[in-house]
């Protein structure tokens, strides 16, 4: 069974500070992707990861994926106000199969001026 | 209208209602899911939909009746559900199953 884990589930952050949420899951998965959601709002794709080394950057957010270790970071660069929502990684099995995405609990990011 | 909708936004329904939540979907795709977020728990799958055959139903309780007539619409029959049940319920659409999903904005489920 795939598990997904996000670290931290909480983060409050100062302005312009650089800080990395992590997404750690438990088995071989070919696909990896972050979401955000406002408060009351539905989730937007943010990053769609591949493949082993690919590294995604939007404005202040970058995203990487380590297959072989598992592992897929958040980056946020010089954080902005506008930039506090939940975040949240998704993983699927590798090669697809039948199931959804398996999700993190998500990371409560709000940033302070 | 594009991208994923649902109606409708909020709900409000007693324990022994009967409703229900519509999705369509407008990207051409092929899977459809059922999601659920309660304050504080990691989304919930609850119903996947692959070419309108439903191919994982994790262990939701019956009170929950997803229906999938076609590619682009998706509907959650409820009926006699419980307070614990409200939450907001999130459609998805993928190209197919285990690629990007793109959620519609929720309905907002209140059960009293």
């Known amino acids: 069974e795939l598990k997904v884990e996000q670290n931290p589930l909480f983060l409050s952050m100062q302005e312009g500070k650089n800080y990395t949420i992590y997404c750690n899951y438990s088995?071989?998965?070919?696909?990896l992707y972050w979401y955000r959601q406002d408060p009351g709002k539905s989730l937007e794709s943010l990053f769609v990861?591949?493949?082993?080394?690919a590294v995604k950057q939007e404005g202040r957010l970058m995203a990487s994926l380590d297959t072989k270790a598992r592992l897929s970071t958040l980056h946020i660069t010089a954080a902005v106000h506008d930039l506090s929502a939940t975040y949240f990684c998704?993983?699927?099995?590798?090669?697809?199969?039948?199931?959804?995405?398996?999700f993190g609990k998500g990371t409560h990011l709000i940033i302070q001026p | 209208e594009t991208g994923v909708t649902q109606t409708p936004r909020h709900l409000v329904m007693g324990m022994t209602n009967k409703k229900s939540l519509k999705c369509e979907q407008h990207?051409?795709?092929?899977?459809m899911y059922w999601y659920k977020q309660s304050a504080k728990k990691p989304l919930e799958l609850m119903f996947v939909?692959?070419?309108?055959?439903?191919?994982e139903n994790n262990s939701v309780p019956s009170r929950f009746s997803p229906e999938c007539p076609n590619s682009s619409h998706l509907f959650l029959h409820l009926h006699t559900l419980q307070p614990e049940d409200s939450a907001l319920y999130l459609c998805?659409?993928?190209?197919?199953?285990?690629?990007?999903?793109?959620f519609g904005p929720g309905t907002r489920l209140t059960v009293t």
């Open positions: 088995t071989t998965s070919d696909r």
């Open positions: 990207l051409g795709h092929n899977a």
């Open positions: 939909y692959s070419l309108e055959e439903r191919v």
């Open positions: 998805a659409s993928s190209h197919r199953t285990g690629r990007e999903q793109y």
């Open positions: 998704a993983a699927d099995d590798s090669g697809g199969g039948a199931d959804g995405l398996t």
């Open positions: 990861l591949l493949s082993n080394g």
